[in-house]
């Protein structure tokens, strides 16, 4: 799916190209496998491109024996009699053995109803017949209409990006250039190959000058056929045209008449000028756009003798000569590139985009108002077919006014408000508008629909708003907004009425506006929907389009409960499995599930079931949250099988939902089975039961000891199922359970393996920090052989005060303040700091200086930490504070592993113990960091001097360390409002006001 121009048909074509080559045994496609890595395909296949606007009006006809047509047959009527047969069973047997990619492009393309539901039809019993071989269509977005029922998976073609757009005009340009050469390019000299270099190099420069400077030029580059456009009118004009109607204008007189010029071939011989040829291509894409030749409605094609006819018609008005029409045909065929014989004696437009342009240019000659009545007939003004000709025509008149306030002004009640989309489109395409009224009356129903009708009457909107609006309108939300506004908008009555089209447009056959009713049902009024769709929505769960089954699931929502329940006993009973979809709308039952007996009954007997299907066990994790008090003994078991459940998605909703029931009043029943869980062999299981339990009441916990099991997790060989039995027993711990769990905690330091998470868990507890008890605690395990015993103490030593720091204490934190262990060096000096910080030794500033100069950031970041604790004397630091900050930060080049490792480091473990090091910066940041904050609070002997460091260090740093920058500025600015500093001032100029915005949040300059 793409817009007009995005690139489908050539994409489409690419494809074939490859697998064709590779069929044709090409080695370089298939040694470096570009069908896995560039086609996302499994094998090579044979490649079959069928344009279906070409075999439409053949597979809405009926084969003699009254059968409907196959694309296979409709393909092989288009191919001479000789060969008809051959190659329908050549495709027929391809087909068969599943060795095909069916490439079937441009179903937009198709004009009639009649013939869509032809080809869709085809294309839906061919993927069925045929499903082992890869299908793709290509469509317009705004033709998609119904789309296909089959199971097909919607893609987007992008818009090209900056990049993309770069690389398209270096490579145009240089081709350009290359086209030039007389002769092979093996026997140009090193001069010529330079200077046409260079001037490939320099026409590229000034069309992306041309392109920067014109900013709606620049949107339309974007779409890589107007990139084409674009770039051939630069490379005739040097210039660009400001609106997409001038910019088809001058490539159309490019290749009618210049292009043969700038090659250096004779024009023609026709005698004919620039507009009497383009007089010609008007009426020729008149004719095909309205059916007068060609297919019937309107098509792509028409046979040479109706266009030989239709030309030789024009020619005498034009001053020329009937007899010259097949010459004159010849001479576009063959030179201009606007007209291509498609297929022998089949004439169309290269591109639908050209047929839609000069459709449009001859409606729009003379500005004349029966052609102004016939483009805003309703069949023309609701028709894809039509779309952009109304577009272009728009863009085209000298004043688009008077058009655009007719196309909206209509008096149809329209609930997709199609009118008002359309007239805010040709708003963006109209060159002119003298009256502004338009615009603003155009422009303010666009913002009605924008805010649901929330905004009613707005003031006059400026142009960027408008543009704004404009662009808005051509996405996908349209419909919902529309239907919802226009249902707010009208009265009583008139709501009443809109509700019956709602209901009927669910049955609509177009995808787009299914989707689009389903999601305003939720906004629209309740007793209105439920009086409307009751019965409907339900129908639409088994959607062929997945998109809208899933819709309908979630407005299934605002329905009476009662239906929701009856559809999902239907659809769990009729298939006596555990269906996904019967599932989710037990779900959105919620609590009321319980109260239904039949499904209680109908869930219970069908969980001995087991399901392949990921999502349908996450169902079952959710909903047990709901039935537990009545689920079975075999419900029970499979929902904590759930818990050790390979799928990551399904183990996350089950403990969710273990977590919610543990938090009101389980059955003894759900906390042994939660309790055994505690000796699971997998680790995520032992973790997520200890997770849960914390959760239970005082009651629950002193019946099943609780503490005790969980305490037994402290010597858990993972260490993040310790850490979370810790949470735990903290969360534990509020229902005055905190001397039981201190006492616990007290005994689990006599086993080496518990002794750290049992000090961790004591340093919370702020009750017991002036006792006995907990002194005794944190000499232990500051003695402890244990590198993690030692860690947690000296963090929790920080804890005592300043009033209780013995002497031994600040000795024993000495002496680790040089452990070999870098996070006991680092937490010691912390500790030390917080616990001198009033009077610092000698022996401490000496520790915290080593610490500043230590190999491991680590430690860095607890000294820089411990300097800022330090404030009375931290002025002594400053100079190695400023040196710190020089240094290249690490962790530039993380990979991927890494950075995913320290994510779920500081999820866990920070998480549950944040408390202990709030505020601590060596925890969650680097030493740069921790540098720059220190510098930001503590008293500086001379501010002005650190100031203009940090701005010079800002700029010198802004391109090779830009990470460091944010924290710079903020310390500047800092330090800056707490002396008024000029030379903050300064700083701030010297830095890109972008760069001080970017980096730290917007800090105001003054």
Not at 68 to 84: F, G, K, N, R, Y
Not at 418 to 434: D, F, H, P
Not at 633 to 647: I, N, P
Request: hydrophobic share 40%.
């Amino acid at each position: 799916m793409g817009a007009p121009g995005a690139g489908k048909t050539t994409l489409l074509q690419y494809v074939g190209l490859a697998y064709a080559k590779a069929c044709a045994g090409e080695k370089r496609l298939r040694e470096r496998k570009c069908h896995k890595r560039r086609l996302s395909a499994t094998k090579w296949r044979l490649p079959i491109f069928v344009p279906l606007g070409t075999i439409a009006k053949r597979l809405a006809e009926t084969l003699p024996d009254g059968r409907p047509p196959s694309i296979v047959d409709a393909v092989s009527q288009t191919l001479p009699p000789d060969l008809e047969g051959d190659i329908r069973s050549f495709f027929v047997d391809r087909l068969k053995k599943g060795r095909c990619v069916v490439l079937l492009d441009g179903l937009d393309e198709v004009p009639t109803d009649e013939e869509f539901r032809a080809v869709v039809r085809a294309i839906e019993s061919l993927a069925v017949a045929y499903h082992k071989n890869q299908f793709i269509v290509t469509s317009r977005i705004a033709g998609w209409r119904t789309g296909i029922q089959a199971d097909f998976r919607l893609t987007y073609v992008s818009d090209l990006t900056d990049d993309q757009v770069e690389f398209f005009v270096d490579t145009w340009c240089s081709a350009v250039e290359l086209n030039s050469v007389v002769g092979s390019i093996k026997d140009e000299s090193e001069t010529d190959r330079t200077n046409r270099e260079r001037r490939a190099h320099g026409r590229a420069a000034q069309l992306k000058t041309a392109l920067g400077e014109n900013p709606g030029i620049r949107q339309l580059a974007t779409n890589p056929m107007l990139l084409s456009i674009i770039a051939l009118v630069h490379h005739s004009r040097t210039s660009l045209p400001q609106d997409r109607s001038k910019l088809y204008a001058d490539c159309s007189k490019i290749l009618l008449e210049q292009w043969d010029i700038v090659r250096g071939l004779r024009v023609d011989d026709t005698d004919l000028k620039f507009d009497q040829k383009e007089a010609i291509m008007r009426r020729l894409a008149y004719a095909m756009h309205t059916g007068e030749i060609g297919t019937v409605g309107g098509g792509r094609e028409a046979t040479r003798g109706e266009v030989e006819k239709l030309v030789s018609e024009l020619l005498p008005l034009l001053g020329g000569q009937s007899a010259s029409a097949s010459h004159l045909l010849q001479i576009l065929i063959e030179r201009s590139g606007l007209i291509i014989e498609r297929r022998r004696d089949v004439l169309s437009f290269a591109h639908l985009t050209f047929q839609e342009y000069f459709a449009a240019r001859y409606l729009s000659r003379g500005d004349r108002d029966e052609y102004r009545d016939f483009l805003l007939q309703p069949e023309r003004v609701c028709s894809d077919w039509w779309r952009e000709t109304i577009l272009l025509y728009s863009g085209m008149l000298n004043d688009s006014s008077e058009f655009i306030r007719r196309l909206h002004e209509s008096p149809v009640l329209d609930l997709t408000r199609m009118r008002t989309r359309l007239s805010g489109w040709c708003l963006g395409e109209a060159v002119q508008i003298k009256q502004e009224q338009v615009r603003q009356q155009v422009a303010e129903d666009l913002l009605r629909i924008r805010s649901r009708w929330s905004i009613t009457k707005a003031a006059v909107l400026q142009p960027e708003v408008i543009t704004y609006l404009i662009r808005w309108s051509k996405g996908e939300e349209w419909y919902p907004n529309a239907i919802i506004s226009s249902v707010r908008g009208a009265s009583a009555v008139g709501q009443i009425a809109l509700m019956a089209e709602v209901a009927h447009m669910l049955e609509n056959p177009r995808i787009e506006l299914i989707a689009g009713a389903l999601k305003a049902l939720p906004s629209l009024p309740p007793s209105a929907v439920k009086a409307n769709v009751d019965t409907i929505v339900p129908t639409l769960l088994h959607h062929k389009n997945p998109e809208v089954s899933r819709l309908a699931l979630y407005a299934m929502g605002i329905l009476d409960k009662s239906i929701v329940a009856k559809t999902a006993i239907k659809i769990l009973s009729d298939e006596y499995s555990l269906d996904l979809l019967g599932l989710r709308l037990c779900r959105y039952l919620g609590k009321e599930l319980a109260n239904d007996e039949r499904l209680v009954t109908l869930l219970n007997e069908l969980s001995t079931q087991p399901s392949p299907d990921w999502r349908v066990r996450e169902e079952i994790a959710r909903i047990f949250t709901f039935i537990y008090p009545r689920a079975s003994e075999a419900f029970v078991q499979l929902f904590f099988a759930l818990l050790s459940d390979s799928d990551p998605d399904v183990r996350r909703e089950a403990n969710r939902s273990l977590t919610a029931i543990l938090r009101v009043k389980p059955s003894d029943v759900i906390l042994v089975n939660t309790i055994s869980l505690l000796k699971h062999q997998d680790p995520q299981v032992r973790r997520a039961a200890a997770a849960a339990l914390g959760e239970l009441d005082r009651e629950a916990v002193v019946r099943h000891q609780i503490v005790a099991q969980l305490a037994q997790l402290f010597a858990d060989k993972e260490r993040l199922v310790s850490v979370a039995a810790a949470a735990a027993l903290q969360k534990l711990s509020q229902n005055n359970l905190a001397s039981e769990i201190a006492s616990v905690c007290t005994a689990a330091l006599e086993n080496p393996e518990k002794s750290s998470c049992a000090i961790r868990m004591l340093s919370h507890f702020k009750t017991l920090h002036g006792t006995g008890m907990f002194e005794q605690c944190l000499l232990r395990g500051l003695e402890s052989r244990n590198a993690q015993t030692r860690r947690e103490a000296a963090a929790a030593a920080g804890e005592l005060g300043k009033e209780r720091a013995q002497q031994l204490f600040i000795s024993k934190l000495l002496e680790l303040a040089q452990d070999r262990d870098k996070h006991v060096r680092a937490n010691a000096i912390v500790s030390l700091a917080s616990l001198q910080s009033d009077d610092p030794t000698p022996q401490l500033l000496s520790i915290v200086e080593a610490g500043l100069n230590d190999r491991n950031d680590y430690v860095i970041t607890a000294a820089c930490r411990a300097a800022g604790l330090l404030r009375i004397r931290a002025a002594d630091f400053v100079g190695k504070l400023l040196e710190i900050l020089r240094r290249k930060p690490p962790g530039f080049h993380l990979g991927p592993r890494a950075l995913i490792f320290m994510f779920r480091r500081l999820r866990f473990e920070h998480y549950f113990f944040s408390s202990s090091f709030e505020g601590d910066e060596f925890e969650q940041h680097n030493y740069w960091k921790a540098a720059a904050a220190t510098l930001s609070t503590i008293k500086l002997p001379d501010p002005e001097l650190v100031i203009s460091e940090l701005g010079a260090m800002a700029v010198q740093m802004e391109s090779g360390s830009p990470l460091i920058v944010p924290y710079l500025v903020g310390a500047i600015a800092s330090i800056g409002s707490r002396h008024t500093s000029m030379a903050a001032s300064r700083s701030f100029l010297t830095l890109r006001s972008g760069l001080v915005s970017r980096a730290n949040g917007g800090i105001p300059l003054n």
